[in-house]
């Protein structure tokens, strides 16, 4: 491929000493599972995402769990998500106990309309869950005025923003908690499952790290029935190494993204990201819109450039949930995307060259 999707072996090379110093180190002290070196990035990781607790776990998906069943969700509430996202955010609003009520997007962001969000609150609403999907906030300020308005809490899922802001204030400091993944494509990446809620509430923190850790925070002294969700040493020490550089690789991206947006904005049917005001992207994916989607991916894929469809069906119309009998007409702007949704390769280290093959490829397309 002369421009691969993401390019995960180019970004360790460039930080090789420090990730192989971290792994070693766990290894030398035998720090395999908590300890020093977990303890050391959750408190590293609050400080960069601007909250008071940091409770990592396996993965991000537990955390959506987690964060959720913290907050006893019980049988019959409804929890608000977005129809455009990944299974993760709706399934675990399943599994955490409550029924899961999609909304459309807005239309331009990808991320959720809060009309949308205010017209399906019902008296079992207990929850909103917000993504800031692809690395742009969703509207933050809309929705906790509805989540204020009618008494709800609201998780953040931060999985694709890492460092993305809200109108100067970093996600993830709005709702209740926030969730973040680090599985390795992500802007902050592990080499291997790791995910972390963040929350600013100590009580829940501690409510949180309970049910990852067996029901309890001292062995043998289970308060409560919990689960076995962990961030492993390794994985942790390498979240910390490769945060020291997360502010430079977002740049990193943000400048690719203005490339792209430059570059793409002359050609006809291609439309770029649309960023809201006040609104930091910071460019998980640089997804574009085009009403000949799949020619011009088979296209770029002939000619070595490497393109990903996140996602190919909206969420409501996967058959994991057949059961809520939702129809694309109730959805038609998540619905209009999963048709037209393409993302380009944007990574911290991608070249201006590689850009501008992408760029002369879709213009000749
Ligand atoms: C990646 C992702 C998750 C899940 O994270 P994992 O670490 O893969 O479990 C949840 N929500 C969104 C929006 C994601 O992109």
Same mark, same amino acid.
Request: net charge positive; charged share 20%; hydrophobic share 30%.
């Given at each position: 491929m002369a421009v691969p999707f993401a390019d995960l072996q180019l970004q360790y090379q460039t930080i090789k000493d420090e990730v192989d110093a971290a792994i070693a180190a766990v290894i030398r002290d035998s720090?395999?599972?908590?300890?020093p070196y977990v303890e050391a990035f959750e408190r590293d990781f609050a400080n960069a995402a601007g909250v008071k607790h940091c409770v990592s776990c396996a993965n991000g998906t537990d955390a959506l769990y987690l964060a959720m069943a913290a907050l006893k969700v019980r049988p019959g509430d409804e929890v608000i998500t977005t129809a455009?996202?990944?299974?993760s955010t709706s399934a675990m609003i399943t599994h955490a106990g409550a029924n899961v009520v999609f909304c459309d997007t !807005?239309? *331009? *962001?990808?991320t959720i309309d809060p009309a949308a969000v205010e017209a399906a609150i019902t008296p079992r609403t207990v929850g909103i869950v917000p993504v800031h999907l692809y690395g742009q906030p969703a509207d933050m300020e809309a929705i906790m005025a509805i989540a204020r308005k009618h008494g709800l809490w609201v998780i953040e899922d931060c999985a694709q923003a890492h460092l993305a802001q809200f109108k100067g204030q970093p996600i993830g *400091?709005? =709702?209740n908690a926030a969730t973040y993944s680090f599985y390795? &494509?992500?802007?902050? &990446?592990?080499m291997g499952d790791a995910g972390a809620v963040v929350t600013d509430d100590a009580a829940l923190a501690e409510h949180i790290a309970m049910l990852a850790r067996h029901? =309890?925070?001292?062995?043998?002294?289970?308060q409560i029935e919990g689960i076995n969700s962990r961030l492993d040493g390794m994985q942790a020490a390498i979240l910390s190494a490769k945060l020291r550089h997360l502010t430079a690789w977002t740049r990193a991206r943000q400048h690719a993204a203005v490339f792209y947006d430059t570059a793409l904005n002359?050609?006809? !049917?291609v439309e770029v990201p649309q960023v809201a005001p006040g609104r930091t992207h910071v460019y998980h994916l640089y997804t574009i819109r085009h009403p000949r989607r799949e020619a011009l991916a088979a296209y770029l894929k002939a000619n070595g450039v490497q393109t990903a469809i996140n996602?190919?069906?909206a969420l409501p119309l996967l058959p994991a949930y057949a059961?809520?009998?939702?129809?694309p007409e109730h959805f038609p702007k998540a619905y209009r995307d999963q048709n037209r949704i393409l993302s380009l390769p944007l990574f911290a280290e991608i070249t201006n060259d590689q850009q501008q093959l992408v760029v002369d490829l879709i213009r000749s397309f």
């Open positions: 720090a395999f599972i908590r300890g455009h996202s990944w299974i !807005d239309g *331009t *962001t990808f *400091t709005f =709702g390795p &494509g992500k802007n902050l &990446g592990a029901g =309890g925070l001292v062995k043998h002294q289970h002359q050609i006809e !049917d996602y190919p069906t059961r809520l009998k939702h129809r």
